[in-house]
């Protein structure tokens, strides 16, 4: 943002979908405040005893909720409510208890935390924890540590009981040992085993601890490296697995793929031996690699892929043949190989067999993906030539036979576009209908609701607008964990929840779909909304049929989406962009983008914030508007400078958005070239143009970030959407 062509975060989160459940959206809206942004709550009353009812207080500040909190907390349990029912009384008395000792009032929390635990045994252990914080916090040394045994003697199995051991431990050395023996992957005994790491540095089994289990720790990285300079020669096969996992979670691929060199030799940690290499930009390693792949696990799927992706590795001739081996052997990577293999027949000028080769991909693989990318290179060939005809009928073919691949949102667009441009307005129109209902997370998705006529803005309207978002109330409930992380969770307690999901998340190198997601939930929980959205949205990338399957069935909860589309910072982005009078949806959108929310995220080359603001840019911008003192990682700051530069952008285009858009990404003098080169009479031509692919894909992403916004969060388009639905399910059904 802010200069020529800045390196992206690396963060590619596409995502997939289904039409949102209408009915708790519009019910919310129906108790909407004031203003484009809401939270819908619900009237709270002596007789509202749902068991909900406190969970719908999470989204507002200690601040706001507090009266209610303390009118739910004084009503006694309706004797109607089951046993097993957790009462709103109780819910509050420990949401209430947990503010006021964040507030330093350990009194009254300690009021509200008596015999809490014969009411809420979900959550007993982590009562008797706020109970010896509050007695901590009170000043008295002998009841806070009273209450620390205590729950160390009645919760010795409880993860909870690291956090006494931890303190226990400050005076008795032995309980901190204690801790690392018994819970090793607590962030507490992490915080142990570093600091005694600093006193003695030459600790591997300590160190070890930190690799597997302290993967968020600063200066992670760092220790890796010791733990390998210091230890090599002694580390074990399965050390050297959790070494490559962590080095691989940091995106360090040369130093993984040295370590899953010396790990457990498996099909799969040869191939991200041999791919790490690669990454690393050592060749002729990654080749021997690729090949030591191929002779010890002939029969891998991670052998058919190897094989590919050793084929673009090697000269044709040698290619030719590792494609073929694909080709017969593995079905699933036949598709690809065949592809590649026709684009190395059209390089050595063998036309026929070049297209023999595709038809054998368009007939025996018909419906795979690659078979899709195929179709749409076809269809581009023939819009391009001008015959929009058979550019039609290609796309069109594509989106029967290949309705799963990347390719196809776009495609699905097109067709309803060149059908436009054919005179086919009724076919048009379905095709529009179409890519909303089929992709309705896509950026196609919205330029075709654009065409449908729908009130989401276009390019050149899209900053006037003020759509309102509506967000839920109530947090979704974690799919993976136990019943008390999935209480703390919804409560709000987010750093509790997400220190007890250290101790559940067991498998972290092959996690199922619901313990990834769980997983991307805890993170964003506590301010890791890189790694957060990373985890959530990747799952879209999952193969395996079962995981697919489960991956399938969660994307269709609206919890998935929400997760995926937060409101982090949500005043400030509000304030500024009224300010500025700018959509407040499309600089969250954009926010989203350029940081993921991350507010102290720098880039390589300096741009830092939640804007991603260049410094020399944002002191350009500090003069203008006379800002004397100003930090880029304030929060404040950061969107104030952002949101003007991004008026600025729009103020030099006329307030067309997306070179608004693609002028922040890529800078003015960029776009200015481009609408010299280019034609801007059709914008959705003019943006498969430009020719910087980092800004292509910024531009798609920014607003589809903004439609998914709209989808999710808006009434209106979330009527539309299930509307749109109606109606499919009216034509499909027989007359």
């Known amino acids: 943002m802010l200069k020529q062509r800045k390196t992206q975060l690396s963060i590619l989160i596409s995502v997939s979908v289904c039409v949102m459940v209408l009915g708790s959206l519009v019910a919310a809206a129906k108790l909407m405040g004031v203003g484009p942004f809401q939270k819908a ?88 924890q706020k109970r010896a914080q509050a007695y901590e916090l009170s000043g008295d ?222 007939t025996k693989y018909s419906n795979s993906d690659k078979a899709g990318e195929l179709r749409w290179a076809i269809a581009q060939q023939y819009a391009k030539a001008g015959d929009l005809k058979s550019a039609w009928q290609w796309a069109r073919e594509l989106t029967t036979n290949n309705p799963d691949s990347e390719q196809a949102p776009e495609a699905a667009f097109w067709v309803g576009k060149w059908a436009q441009q054919l005179g086919r307005d009724q076919d048009a129109k379905t095709s529009f209908e179409y890519t909303v209902l089929r992709y309705p997370e896509s950026y196609f998705a919205w330029r075709s609701a654009v065409f449908l006529g729908w009130p989401v803005g276009d390019f050149t309207t899209v900053r006037d607008l003020s759509p309102k978002v509506v967000q839920q109330p109530q947090r979704p409930e974690p799919s993976a964990g136990s019943p008390a992380l999935k209480e703390l969770y919804q409560l709000g307690q987010d750093r509790d929840a997400w220190t007890l999901w250290q101790i559940e998340f067991i498998d972290r190198i092959e996690p199922s779909i619901s313990e990834q997601f769980t997983d991307g939930l805890m993170r964003i929980g506590v301010g890791d909304n890189l790694e957060g959205l990373w985890m959530i949205g990747s799952l879209r990338q999952r193969e395996k049929p079962d995981d697919r399957t489960e991956y399938l069935a ?49 880039s390589v080359v300096g741009a830092t914030g939640l804007m991603q603001v260049m410094p020399e840019t944002g002191a350009w911008v500090a003069e203008k508007i006379n800002l004397k003192k100003y930090s880029l990682e304030n929060v404040d700051d950061n969107i104030k400078l952002g949101t003007w530069y991004l008026d600025h952008t729009h103020d030099e285009y006329k307030n067309n958005s997306m070179l608004a858009v693609a002028s922040y990404n890529a800078g003015p003098n960029a776009v200015a070239d481009w609408l010299k080169r280019f034609s801007f009479s059709d914008p959705d031509a003019f943006a498969e143009k430009i020719p910087f692919p980092e800004t292509k894909g910024y531009v798609k992403s920014v607003f589809e970030n903004y439609w998914n916004y709209l989808r999710i969060y808006n009434p209106e388009i979330n009527q539309l959407m299930s509307d749109n639905y109606e109606a499919s399910q009216k034509k499909a059904k027989p007359q």
């Open 141 to 362: 040394k002998g009841k806070a540590q009273k209450a620390w045994e205590e729950l160390l003697k009645n919760y010795p199995n409880d993860p909870v009981a690291a956090e006494a051991l931890y303190v226990l431990g400050k005076s008795k050395p032995e309980y901190w040992q204690q801790a690392i023996t018994e819970f090793p992957a607590h962030p507490r005994s992490v915080e142990i085993a570093l600091k005694k790491l600093k006193e003695n540095p030459n600790q591997p089994q300590l160190m070890l601890l930190v690799a597997k289990h302290g993967h968020y720790v600063k200066d992670y990285g760092t220790l890796l490296e010791q733990l390998v300079q210091q230890n090599s020669a002694s580390l074990k096969p399965e050390d050297w697995e959790e070494i490559a996992f962590g080095y691989w979670e940091k995106q360090d691929y040369g130093k993984g793929a040295i370590a899953y060199g010396k790990a457990p030799r498996t099909a799969k940690n040869l191939y991200r031996k041999a791919r790490g290499l690669w990454l690393d930009g050592k060749i002729p390693e990654s080749k021997i690699a690729y090949q030591e792949l191929i002779a010890a696990f002939p029969d891998s799927e991670d052998t058919g892929l190897g094989l590919i992706r050793l084929s673009r590795l090697n000269e044709p001739k040698d290619a030719m043949v590792l494609l073929d081996r694909a080709i017969g052997k593995f079905p699933n990577y036949a598709p690809e190989a065949l592809l590649d293999k026709s684009k190395l027949l059209d390089k050595a000028n063998s036309a026929k067999s070049a297209s023999d080769t595709r038809k054998l991909l368009l």
């Open 41 to 128: 709550q619900q009237p709270l009353d002596a007789a509202n005893s749902a068991a909900s009812s406190v969970k719908m207080l999470v989204s507002l500040s200690p601040q706001e909720r507090s009266a209610k909190l303390v009118e739910l907390a004084t009503l006694q349990p309706a004797s109607t409510n089951p046993p097993q029912e957790i009462s709103p009384q109780s819910r509050a008395r420990y949401l209430l208890a947990s503010d006021l000792i964040q507030q330093g009032d350990a009194t009254k929390a300690l009021e509200l935390l008596d015999n809490l635990e014969q009411q809420y045994p979900v959550l007993a252990s982590h009562i008797a």
């Open 554 to 602: 969660l994307r269709q909860q609206p919890a998935y989406w929400q997760a995926l589309y937060p409101f982090p910072y949500l005043e400030t982005i509000v304030k500024w962009s009224e300010e500025r009078k700018i959509n407040s949806v499309l600089v969250t959108a954009l926010i989203r983008q350029e940081s993921r929310f991350m507010p102290g995220i720098k």
